[in-house]
């Protein structure tokens, strides 16, 4: 195990002079009038550093050995560099090499690769500059997530990855099952008969991934007050475009004795102090990002967390995009579901700062979300954020048992799915909301990388589960 001190970021902050042991993947090789240039990175930082073996201080077959892609350990003494943009290089006493590369065959060669190219050997694009990018600043952002909430008191909760409900009642669920499927066990009579006898399943009923750990953390909510989940979540869209995944992580935080009020000051609290964290924490990743990716990173970040949101209503944003000196894509009409073309007009030129959008049509929303008293809106809320749009979606939560059971019945749910959500709403009660942020979407507008794909270590999508 790397001890601190060993690793490349802690290297790069000592002094001339110090010896040091590191350890790493070679880069890059460069040869020059018997002088040879290695930059070695182990992943801690984006920076590499440049290791020069000078001629006859290895042994030939050791030499031949530092390639592209080999794994190895410098032992040596630190000296100033005269090249730009580092101040110190390690000069080389001896090397030992844990993993040989083939130069011929290694993928990552020093060369510019296509994304798609990159995404079907993602065993080894971790190694590149962008990747590693990427992956820094997923772990400081998710860092940022726990740390936010447990400085503010709140209990993380391992909500179920198998349940046997839907949060969200659109249906687009991957099934769990033991059961052989080229050989299913059929209900014999009565008015199910021929269809699949899921009492033989492992469950004994139809069971499926989760779509959502919101359901369950209300559960949490109305015994510990403010609550959060930070895991896995699956959809079965057959979407296949930059935006989807079937398999991504979402962050939900719970609260009791919370309004929508109060549910939006949190969420704005929430996406400031995340922001702000990753910016401290991982400034040369974002910086790559401006300079490769998309040169409006910084600046978007920087807005973000610094401005004050926006507040207006549904039926108030309507009303600005039906006067809007434009034709729309999809059609603007009380009733409609906003879309990325609209979100972005409203946090890019007419407010010109994040907007959170409350009380939508209740047509549009999910069964949960409590009913306003108007009959036709409920108590929703989207943050949207200049140069993506939606990031943060919530509500209050319908606390009111006969109100909640006759949304379940009109949106043609299984009411006995539900049994236990509305058994919440007849013991101890309470008003209670919150909301939910996919971590992959918060990365994508964290690093202004283009494809959703590519801010998860394994992407999951139609026709696609490899390694």
Not at 193 to 207: E, I, L, M, N, R
Request: glycine share 8%; net charge negative.
């Amino acid at each position: 195990m790397l001890e601190p001190g060993r690793y490349i970021k802690d290297i790069l902050r000592q002094a001339p002079g110090t010896a040091v042991t590191a350890h790493g993947w070679v880069k890059t090789r460069r040869d020059s009038k018997g002088v040879h240039f290695v930059q070695l990175n182990d992943g801690s930082c984006f920076q590499d550093l440049q290791v020069v073996i000078e001629a006859g201080t290895l042994a030939e077959a050791v030499l031949k050995q530092v390639t592209t892609g080999a794994c190895i350990r410098v032992e040596g003494d630190l000296v100033e560099s005269p090249a730009a943009g580092q101040a110190v290089e390690l000069r080389a006493r001896a090397i030992h090499i844990f993993g040989e590369a083939d130069p011929a065959t290694y993928p990552l060669q020093k060369k510019g690769h296509t994304m798609e190219f990159l995404r079907e050997i993602a065993h080894l694009r971790v190694r590149s500059n962008t990747f590693g990018a990427v992956f820094r600043v997923r772990n400081a952002l998710s860092f940022a997530i726990h740390r936010f909430f447990q400085e503010r008191g709140f209990l993380y909760v391992h909500t179920p990855i198998i349940t046997t409900s839907d949060a969200e009642g659109a249906g687009a669920m991957f099934g769990v099952t033991t059961l052989d499927l080229m050989n299913l066990p059929r209900i014999a009579q009565g008015p199910q008969a021929g269809q699949v006898d899921f009492s033989q399943d492992f469950f004994g009923k139809p069971a499926h991934l989760t779509v959502s750990g919101q359901l369950e953390a209300e559960i949490f909510a109305l015994a510990f007050a403010n609550v959060y989940t930070f895991g896995p979540t699956f959809r079965a869209e057959n979407s296949n475009t930059p935006r989807h995944l079937a398999e991504f992580w979402m962050i939900e935080p719970e609260m009791a004795f919370c309004d929508l009020a109060g549910n939006m000051r949190l969420a704005e609290e929430f996406l400031k102090y995340i922001i702000q964290y990753v910016m401290e924490h991982c400034l040369p990743d974002l910086e790559f990002f401006n300079k490769r990716i998309d040169d409006t990173v910084l600046q978007t970040l920087e807005h973000v967390a610094t401005s004050d949101f926006a507040h207006i209503t549904y039926t108030e944003a309507i009303s600005l995009l039906e006067k809007a000196p434009r034709t729309w894509e999809f059609p603007v009409y009380w009733g409609a579901d906003l879309q990325s073309e609209h979100e972005r007009y409203l946090t890019e030129e007419t407010f010109r700062r994040p907007v959170i959008v409350t009380d939508y049509p209740r047509e549009i929303k999910a069964f949960y979300m409590r009913l306003n008293d108007d009959g036709r809106t409920v108590r929703a809320m989207d943050v949207l954020a200049p140069r993506i749009g939606e990031i943060i979606g919530g509500s209050q939560r319908e606390e009111r048992y006969d109100v909640l059971r006759d949304k379940i019945r009109q949106q043609g749910l299984d009411e006995r799915a539900y049994w236990w959500y509305l058994e919440l709403r007849k013991y101890g009660s309470a008003p209670h909301a919150g909301f939910g942020l996919g971590l992959e979407r918060m990365l994508m507008y964290l690093t202004g990388m283009k494809n959703i794909r590519d801010v998860i270590p394994f992407p999951r999508t139609p026709g696609y589960a490899e390694f």
